[in-house]
């Protein structure tokens, strides 16, 4: 029987290698979702350190909205990630959407980094 955690992680395998070939020692933007929150990391896989983070966990976004696994706190997440890399100097980095399927929460949040001033 095939279920969704033996179907996530078959997607998380595949886009992960697919990352690897085209990423040729970029930055990566990975992106965790649960039920009720949603996490972004800028990740530099050569030196293996984080380099910046936000979440719906932040305390400015916790009190502002009461439901924070919505597509509109993803949106904000995203303009916030984008915004703390600009801090950083980051321009450009790769997508990385784990096993998520590129659909609401995790679309919005790719949308909003875009438009935030990140490339990928």
Do not use: P
């Not at 936000?54 to 439901?67: D, F, H, P, T, V």
């Not at 929460?105 to 980094?113: G, S």
């Amino acid at each position: 029987m095939v279920n969704f955690i033996s179907l996530h992680h078959k997607r998380k395998l595949r886009n992960r290698s697919a990352l690897k070939k085209k990423s040729l020692g970029m930055l990566r933007l990975s992106v965790h979702r649960s039920g009720r929150h949603i996490y972004t990391q800028i990740i530099d896989d050569q030196n293996g350190q984080t380099l910046t983070s936000a979440s719906s966990l932040e305390k400015n976004i916790k009190a502002k909205y009461k439901n924070c696994g919505s597509k509109e706190v993803a949106t904000v997440v995203g303009k916030l990630i984008a915004e703390k890399a600009k801090k950083q100097g980051i321009t450009e980095v790769v997508f990385d959407r784990g096993g998520y399927i590129y659909h609401g929460r995790i679309k919005n949040l790719a949308e909003a980094a875009r438009e935030g001033g990140l490339k990928f």
